[in-house]
């Protein structure tokens, strides 16, 4: 027999990419999904397919979702991506890049895949300590996402699987996640956090997500391969 089946959340940035190296470090042959969901920063989803490849995906899916359609965040509608915020500034509040049910909408696609592959395990890169803000991050979220699939699916009604979420990251900081991905081989010059990449196409340097990766690879003591702006 192979190895069982994962899928697994593919964003292209730094957490996912993590959370790739360590599924299949848990020997799962991995099935990455991704969403091509009229991101601004879409340059993130050329990232994931170079992430997929360079962690043996067995597959990698990007599904076209047009989140642009709703909007309501910074991410998918005309809203400016806040810029030089402070840590404490950032865990105050939900801020404008949440993307209203991101999560949710991610997860019960993932949790279709997987009931089509007959997978019982489904891996995402949440974090609920450098990013406090976003309510689709927390455990007991992740908990009852869970307990839903397994009331949800066929495959959960038959008992024939029992649908698990893994979110290795959770508890983890930026740094630690930097670290733990390192070790793993993960490179991660091939991610992309970037919220609102410049014209001439380098990382901002300023949005939070910019900000919490410099914070992360200088707490970590180690150099961040993607150059962002000065
Ligand atoms: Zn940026």
Redesign the pocket.
């Known amino acids: 027999m192979g190895a069982a089946p994962a899928v697994v959340l593919l964003s292209g940035g730094l957490d996912s990419a993590t959370v790739l190296a360590i599924a299949r470090e848990e020997g799962f042959a991995t099935h990455a999904l991704s969403f091509d969901y009229g991101q601004r920063h879409d340059r993130e989803l050329d990232s994931a397919r170079r992430v997929a490849q360079a962690l043996g995906a067995a597959r990698h899916l990007v599904l076209r979702l047009d989140l642009r359609a709703i909007g309501g965040s910074a991410l998918t509608a005309d809203i400016p991506?806040p810029?030089g915020r402070t840590v404490e500034a950032m865990g105050a509040g939900i801020p404008v890049t949440y993307v209203p049910a991101r999560n949710t909408i991610f997860l019960s696609h993932a949790m279709a895949w997987a009931e089509v592959l007959e997978c019982q395990d489904i891996f995402i890169g949440v974090n609920a300590l450098d990013y406090s803000g976003y309510p689709d991050c927390r455990l007991e979220f992740i908990e009852a996402f869970e307990r839903l699939g397994n009331l949800a699916t066929r495959a959960g009604v038959e008992g024939r699987t029992r649908l698990r979420i893994h979110a290795p990251l959770i508890r983890l900081t930026k740094a630690e996640i930097i670290a733990r991905g390192a070790a793993l081989g993960v490179d991660y010059g091939l991610t992309w956090?970037?919220?609102?990449?410049r014209p001439d196409g380098l990382?901002?340097?300023?949005?939070?997500?910019?900000?919490l990766r410099a914070k992360g690879f200088r707490e970590a003591d180690l150099c961040d391969p993607v150059p962002?702006a000065p």
């Open positions: 991506v810029q956090s970037c919220y609102a990449p990382a901002c340097g300023r949005c939070d997500s910019c900000l962002s």
